[in-house]
């Protein structure tokens, strides 16, 4: 496709399961973002991948939270024993290079529910 | 430590007249801001964006402008028409190890009234 797609578009789980949150960038983007967004919050950063570089994990709120990107292509995120304090819309964004004025384009996000 | 802020949490303005969202921030590193725009149920979608080495850019009905020394931006839409409803976030991003990544204000809703 043209955009950046995610899936589950929504998810609801029970405290204590694990899940699993999937970005498609798009294609030839070599830079990709995980954000989230709690109610009535801005975008959190999470994580960070650019080629095969070491990730930028500087803002993933605990050792629950993981995300793997395999090459330039899909990302997940995992979270494991969800808390309800983990309730958000997680997005997922790419961008072209490494160059700072590349434009951040993101996908429809995964609405998460822990209950 | 919120490092962007917009202190207007929503704004309701009259079809035809100006719209103005106003940003702030503490990070004097940031060297480059955006505007986006979010629609319920959809990502944000990029609007229009500014470096640090300018002070506005204006692209069709929408011009941002930066006030450096006070550390503010702002963006106007004129003539602001119903279409325009939506959270509207600004952005800034510093040269951090080459990461780029956006740090994001809370947004502002605004309502375009017919």
Request: proline letters at 4%; a positive charge.
């Amino acid at each position: 496709g043209a955009g950046v797609s995610q899936s589950p578009s929504n998810k609801v789980t029970e405290k204590g399961k694990d899940v699993e949150l999937r970005c498609d960038p798009i294609s030839g983007h070599t830079a990709l973002y995980w954000y989230r967004q709690r109610l009535g919050q801005g975008l959190e950063f999470l994580i960070y991948f650019q080629g095969n570089s070491a990730p930028d994990k500087s803002g993933l709120p605990s050792d629950r939270f993981s995300a793997e990107r395999t090459g330039e292509s899909v990302s997940t995120l995992t979270i494991q024993r969800t808390q309800q304090e983990d309730s958000a819309v997680y997005l997922c964004a790419s961008r072209k290079g490494g160059v700072s004025t590349d434009t951040q384009y993101f996908g429809p996000g995964t609405r998460l529910t822990v209950l | 430590d919120q490092q962007v802020k917009q202190n207007s949490p929503s704004l309701s303005v009259q079809e035809g007249r100006i719209s103005i969202l106003n940003c702030d921030y503490t990070n004097s590193m940031f060297d480059y801001f955006l505007w986006y725009k979010k629609y319920p149920a959809e990502g944000p979608t990029f609007l229009i964006s500014i470096s640090s080495i300018k002070d506005k850019n204006e692209d069709g009905r929408f011009t941002v402008f930066l006030n450096k020394s006070a550390k503010h931006l702002s963006l106007h839409i004129v003539p602001s028409q119903p279409g325009d409803s939506a959270v509207y976030f600004c952005a800034a991003s510093a040269k951090d190890s080459g990461t780029y990544k956006y740090i994001f204000g809370t947004g502002t809703r605004l309502k375009v009234l017919a």
